[in-house]
T-cell receptor, first 117, second 112 residues
Framework: GAVVSQHPSWVICKSGTSVKIECRSLDFQATTMFWYRQFPKQSLMLMAT?????????EQGVEKDKFLINHASLTLSTLTVTSAHPEDSSFYIC?????????????FGPGTRLTVT | KQEVTQIPAALSVPEGENLVLNCSFTDSAIYNLQWFRQDPGKGLTSLLLIQSSQREQTSGRLNASLDKSSGRSTLYIAASQPGDSATYLC???????????FGRGTSLIVHP
């Protein structure tokens, strides 16, 4: 089946620094990718929709200047958490939708655990 | 807006039991519904995807049903095993969208 990877799988950074997370579709092209965050014992909350070659669409309450998204190719989207603070510590998960269509199934990455100290 | 509710929130059963996990949603004009499994600290594994025109999907010991008119889906796990222990998430997009809204999940523990 379709595979989505994320890098890094976990990262620890100091407050005030920026962290970049990569999401790659390994064996298919994805014009659309999605970024979610998940707090402990909570469900996934959609942060933004990443569109290849255009600006991302952010959900209400998500700061676009803090969570920078770049979708520069059909297989890569990046999420940069700028000036990270401890409250940004969370599990970030990306997903990708196969551009060839089909049943609109989304394929999820393994997630990135961010800890801000 | 889609609201997804999963019941029960947690479940602990002995090995071998047949289980039913429930998912309800408020907007029934959906394209599809998907069930996922999430192990602690891990990403999501897709289990079953049911299209709006389908009533059920089966994969091994898993069977998912969909009743759009009542806004309900059930995930049936037959002959549960300790390896089935995980959180099971139901994901349903609102009408006209393919971006899913997730329920809070059912945390399942199957003990030997």
């Amino acid at each position: 089946g379709a595979v989505v990877s994320q890098h890094p799988s976990w990262v620890i950074c100091k407050s005030g620094t920026s962290v970049k997370i990569e999401c790659r579709s390994l064996d298919f092209q994805a014009t659309t990718m999605f970024w979610y965050r998940q707090f402990p014992k909570q469900s996934l909350m959609l942060m933004a929709t990443s569109n290849e070659g255009s600006k991302a669409t952010y959900e209400q309450g998500v700061e676009k200047d803090k969570f920078l998204i770049n979708h520069a190719s059909l297989t890569l989207s990046t999420l940069t958490v700028t000036s990270a603070h401890p409250e940004d510590s969370s599990f970030y998960i990306c997903s990708a939708r196969d551009s060839t269509g089909g049943p609109h199934e989304q394929y999820f990455g393994p997630g990135t655990r961010l800890t801000v100290t | 807006k889609q609201e997804v509710t999963q019941i029960p929130a947690a479940l602990s059963v002995p090995e071998g039991e047949n289980l039913v996990l429930n998912c309800s949603f408020t907007d029934s004009a959906i394209y599809n519904l998907q069930w996922f499994r999430q192990d602690p600290g891990k990403g999501l594994t897709s289990l079953l995807l049911i299209q709006s025109s389908q009533r059920e999907q089966t994969s091994g010991r898993l069977n998912a049903s969909l009743d759009k008119s009542s806004g309900r889906s059930t995930l049936y796990i037959a002959a549960s095993q300790p390896g089935d222990s995980a959180t099971y998430l139901c994901a349903v997009p609102p009408g006209g969208s393919y971006i899913p809204t997730f329920g809070r999940g059912t945390s399942l523990i199957v003990h030997p």
